[in-house]
């Protein structure tokens, strides 16, 4: 895990609300949302790209470059959305000799005309696209299926057409048969997403906002979170529940959300096995701190 946090991170640049007054207090900072997974050990794939990418990876010792002058056990990114928290790391990758780059042909489109990340980066290194819209297999034995969780457009693409925006990715290791979920946007629980997860190892869920109207609480801006696309988690833990041989966390965490300001701590009490659920806003979820 790269980073946790939502665009901007923790603590955000310009942001003096509690959680990010603490963090700089503590010397604490989340990065934002990335991860990286594995079949091997050898070649390693990002899922998105956030800006502050070139951190995330210095401070992962899976991808120390070598044995070779430019080798890298970076193979390539899978996107989830076109979104610029997701995204703007892409460039910060441009000194990679090669990079695979897979997302929905929708996002590529918007990455190649509203925000024209995909050619430029084409000027600096050797890119491969891939289409995310069918299942694809990685390097070192990962399997990679897709669901469109989600419709809404990042705000520099608003006037690009619908279509498959919001991905939630399914990563399945050949080797050991276990499976990890990627849903860090996800502004509906439905039941194709219920499906989707079943009997996943491990999920990482939408942990952008704790409840509903935590950003207007907090800040006084309008907008819930359903509205802004992230199923809080005060609702998303009670569909988790149903699934208790998997084991959820949340990554996304924006930083009005009091989970951002916790370490990694699980709630004392089990929340997966069906006893009382925490207050959300009491800030104990399962969450870490990279
Ligand atoms: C989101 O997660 O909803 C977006 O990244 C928000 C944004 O930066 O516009
Ligand atoms: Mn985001
Ligand atoms: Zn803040």
């Known amino acids: 895990m790269l980073g946790s946090a939502a665009g901007g991170g923790a603590p955000q640049w310009n942001c003096a609300c509690e959680v ?24 390693w794939y990002l899922i998105n790209a956030a800006p502050d990418v070139r951190a995330g990876i210095l401070a992962t010792p899976e991808l120390t470059p070598g044995p070779g002058l430019r080798d890298t056990p970076l193979r390539g990114v899978l996107l989830t959305t076109a979104e610029l ?28 005309s509203a925000f024209p990340v995909l050619p430029t980066l084409a000027r600096y290194t050797d890119l491969e696209l891939c289409d995310l ?11 990679v299926g897709r669901l469109t969780v989600g419709s809404k457009r990042p705000r520099y693409a608003t006037a690009l057409p619908a279509g498959d925006w919001v991905s939630a990715l399914r990563v399945t290791d050949h080797g050991t048969g276990e ?38 609480g907090t800040t006084g801006r309008p907008g819930s979170a359903r509205s802004m696309g992230h ?12 699934h208790p041989g ?29 006893r009382p ?8 979820c399962e969450t870490r701190r990279p």
């Open 179 to 216: 499976s990890f979920v990627f849903a860090t946007c996800l502004p509906e629980w439905t039941d194709a997403f219920d499906e989707f997860l079943r009997g996943a190892d491990g999920v990482l869920l939408d942990g952008t906002f704790g409840t509903e109207d935590e950003l207007t």
């Open 231 to 242: 199923l809080p988690m005060s609702v998303s833990r009670e569909h988790a529940v149903r």
């Open 85 to 112: 928290d997701h995204t703007l790391g892409l460039l910060s990758l441009r000194e990679a000799v090669r990079l695979q780059v897979f997302a929905t042909m929708t996002v590529q489109a918007a990455l190649t």
């Open 277 to 284: 659920l925490p207050d959300p806003t009491g800030g104990k």
């Open 20 to 43: 990010c007054r603490r963090a700089r207090a503590d010397g604490t900072s989340r990065l934002q949302d990335t991860v990286a997974v594995s079949g091997d050990g050898a070649a």
């Open 246 to 274: 998997t084991r959820f966390r949340f990554s996304h965490l924006n930083n009005t959300n009091p989970a951002t300001g916790d370490d990694i701590v699980s709630d004392g009490e089990d929340p997966w096995t069906g």
């Open 133 to 143: 819209s069918r299942s694809v297999e990685l390097e070192g034995g990962l399997e």
